[in-house]
T-cell receptor, first 113, second 116 residues
Framework: EDKVVQSPLSLVVHEGDTVTLNCSYE??????LLWYKQEKKAPTFLFML????IEKKSGRLSSILDKKELSSILNITATQTGDSAIYLC?????????????FGQGTILTVHP | NAGVTQTPKFRILKIGQSMTLQCTQD?????MYWYRQDPGMGLKLIYY???????DKGEVPNGYNVSRSTTEDFPLRLELAAPSQTSVYFC???????????????FGEGSWLTVV
């Protein structure tokens, strides 16, 4: 059974801080790892990392996949209060072609002014 | 752009009642999913469908049923509501298999269900 574990479960920082969120996975037939941001409603897609695309960046957010360590990190630099959210990582369960996702528990990030 | 639309957004049920959460998407996506999210937890897959007429169980299917009579609609049925089904429910859809856009899943805005 595939497993995705995130840490820390919660994090409180002040604006301007840099944070690193962790995601480790134990899966069969790795295909991809996805990062989502969830603010009170549905998760919104951030990044997808694959064997051929192990590093992604968008503005202040960046993510790296470490296939050797079976893990990924999500970095947020110069945090803003709008970054407060739950950050979820997920992977297609069992490497299936149907895109069923196994999610981690999420990291609750709170950014204070 | 409607995307994935879920109704109702909020509902309170009494134990033993039945209800259907509606989900429709207008993107002609083949794959559709129902997830539930309990407080402080990630999402868990209830049921999924790879096309009209085809459904299959996910990780936590007990107490739920689904049908997929059209490409657009994927309703989730709770037959005998129990307090353990208090959760936020997300419907999602996915286009296909290849490329970044094919691997991204589009979520509805969620349905908050409380069983008392």
């Amino acid at each position: 059974e595939d497993k995705v574990v995130q840490s820390p479960l919660s994090l409180v920082v002040h604006e301007g801080d840099t944070v690193t969120l962790n995601c480790s996975y134990e899966v069969t037939n790795f295909r991809s790892l996805l990062w989502y941001k969830q603010e009170k409603k549905a998760p919104t897609f951030l990044f997808m990392l694959t064997s051929s695309g192990i590093e992604k960046k968008s503005g202040r957010l960046s993510s790296i996949l470490d296939k050797k360590e079976l893990s990924s990190i999500l970095n947020i630099t110069a945090t803003q209060t709008g970054d407060s959210a739950i950050y979820l990582c997920a992977e297609p369960a069992g490497g299936t072609s149907y895109g069923k996702l196994t999610f981690g528990q999420g990291t609750i990030l709170t950014v204070h002014p | 752009n409607a995307g994935v639309t879920q109704t109702p957004k909020f509902r309170i049920l009494k134990i033993g009642q039945s209800m259907t959460l509606q989900c429709t998407q207008d993107m002609n996506h083949n794959y559709m999913y129902w997830y539930r999210q309990d407080p402080g937890m990630g999402l868990k897959l209830i049921y999924y469908s790879v096309g009209a007429g085809i459904t299959d169980k996910g990780e936590v299917p007990n107490g739920y049923n689904v049908s997929r009579s059209t490409t657009e609609d994927f309703p989730l049925r709770l037959e005998l509501a129990a307090p353990s089904q208090t959760s936020v429910y997300f419907c999602a859809s996915k286009r296909g298999e290849t490329g970044d856009s094919g691997n991204t899943i589009y979520f509805g805005e969620g349905s908050w269900l409380t069983v008392v």
